[in-house]
């Protein structure tokens, strides 16, 4: 039965682009992925074993997510097929796996490669199933996002997930190393523009081979610096999507340095989601957030700051309103933090849940009618102002809850005074019960 998914008509002397030339043949000339391809890697212990089994590559692109899944094949002697959850529909799925059902019975498995399998919804995910409990096809995943928030439980069950990384500069490096023994002519740089190059790629092995492509078809008979190089190239933008997992990685970054009294830190992270296009007022509901969560009564000034200076980027616009919300940044940055608040809050709605429905005590009861006075509503009520210090000591709480204590200030900041006043009611009212 003829495979509609493998077809190829381009000639074998058309030309091919960098990339697609520089392949690996093996798992061995695979660059960077150690951690999944390296020695007691998992890939290497399941092939070793002869026990390959379904898996999800999570990465960010032009890592080799697809050569490592073309290389597993070729290992296991699988027949290889390649689909795109962007492309593909359920009529195309339902082919793919006919077609795999005729390879079964003639003897030959089918590794199924499915490129942005986030793409597809619940059904076409559950349609995968069976398929790989009865071992017609074994699945190779590919995805950006975060596999928990975007694959069923059901898959993930069945398949293993494998990070794979970013290439760091020393693997750009000897990507760029073979493209030149490729092409066999190395490129036309000195050494801090090269070193610009690979930063343009980003991580990206592939980015890296098309900038490559662009820099050996310049005319030039010596070594450009990198202000020619900026100037003939566009900087690449750095991976970044605002609802997927590279937002939630900075954002989480830039709370956890604020938190971690970092400014230097903060301010970084700042600027990387401002430069991938970010919206500024975001950051700086984020910012106003983090005071109320992180510093609260430590520092009661850090609100405003945080408020202040989302009016000021209001007033100003980007990018010199920007400027106001890092001075933000930093103040909270290095104001003293407390989350006692934020903790004696959680434990207080906590508290409300359990205990329902208990009614205040009588004494602090409004008694506007005859029969509620009669009824006890406000007897006993002890006026604060008119007691010794202003502070009656009574309790507030349900009379079948007793008292419980949610608020512990922190000696730190604004709420050591706080905790100094805490302490000195407790006094007063344990000497008023007394």
């Known amino acids: 039965m003829a495979d509609l998914f493998d077809t190829d008509d381009t000639p074998d002397d058309a030309p091919r682009p960098l990339a697609d030339r520089l392949r690996p043949r093996k798992l061995s000339e695979v660059i960077g992925q150690s951690q999944v391809i390296g020695p007691e890697a998992p890939l290497t212990v399941m092939l070793e074993a002869g026990s390959l089994g379904s898996v999800v590559f999570w990465g960010p692109p032009g890592v080799g997510k697809t050569t490592i ?48 399998i986030h793409r597809f919804n619940k059904a076409q995910q559950d349609s995968f199933l069976p398929h790989m409990e009865d071992g017609t096809i074994l699945l190779v995943g590919a995805t950006t996002e975060n596999p928990s928030f975007e694959l069923n439980a059901a898959l993930l069950s069945r398949a293993q997930v494998l990070v794979l990384e970013r290439l760091d500069l020393a693997d750009l490096e ?38 490559i492509e662009q820099v050996m078809a310049w005319k030039t008979d010596k070594k450009l610096d990198s202000a020619a190089l ?20 900075l954002i989480s970054a830039l709370h956890k340095s604020v938190r971690g009294s970092d400014p230097d830190a903060a301010l970084y992270w700042f600027a990387r989601m401002l430069d991938a296009g970010e919206d500024p007022r975001y950051l700086a509901r984020r910012i106003t957030r983090m005071a109320v969560e992180d510093i609260g009564l430590a520092d009661p000034q850090a609100q405003a700051v945080c408020l202040q200076s989302w009016e000021t980027f209001e007033r100003l616009g980007s990018p010199e309103g920007e400027l106001a919300i890092a001075q933000a940044l930093v103040y ?5 933090k407390s989350n006692a608040v934020y903790a004696a809050y959680k434990a207080a709605r906590r508290a409300a849940k359990t205990t329902g429905s208990l009614v205040p005590p009588k004494h602090i009861l409004n008694a506007p009618t005859k029969l509620m006075k009669e009824q006890g509503y406000g007897s006993g009520y002890a006026y604060d102002h008119d007691a010794e210090d202003g502070f009656s000591g009574q309790d507030y709480f349900p009379e079948s809850m007793g008292r419980s204590e949610f608020y512990a200030p922190v ?24």
Not at 414 to 434: I, P, Q, T, V
Request: no cysteine; aromatic share 6%.
């Open 230 to 249: 900026a100037q003939r190239l566009m900087k690449r933008a750095a991976q970044y999507d605002k609802s997927g997992d590279a937002h939630y990685n």
């Open 174 to 211: 000897r990507l760029a190393q073979r493209a030149e023994v490729e092409l066999d002519r190395t490129l036309p740089l000195d050494g801090p523009a090269r070193e610009n190059l690979l930063e343009m790629a980003d991580g990206d092995g592939r980015a890296l081979l098309n900038l």
């Open 332 to 336: 909270i940055a290095l104001a003293p």
């Open 411 to 434: 000696e730190r900041g604004f709420e050591r005074d706080l905790k100094k006043r805490l302490d000195y009611f407790a006094r007063l009212r344990s000497k008023r019960n007394g």
């Open 69 to 116: 899944a073309r290389l597993l094949a070729d290992e296991t002697d699988l027949h290889f097929v390649q689909i795109s959850a962007i492309f593909s529909g359920v009529p195309e799925l339902r082919k793919v796996f006919d077609a795999a059902k005729q390879r079964r019975k003639a003897g030959q498995g089918t590794l199924l490669f499915v490129d942005e």
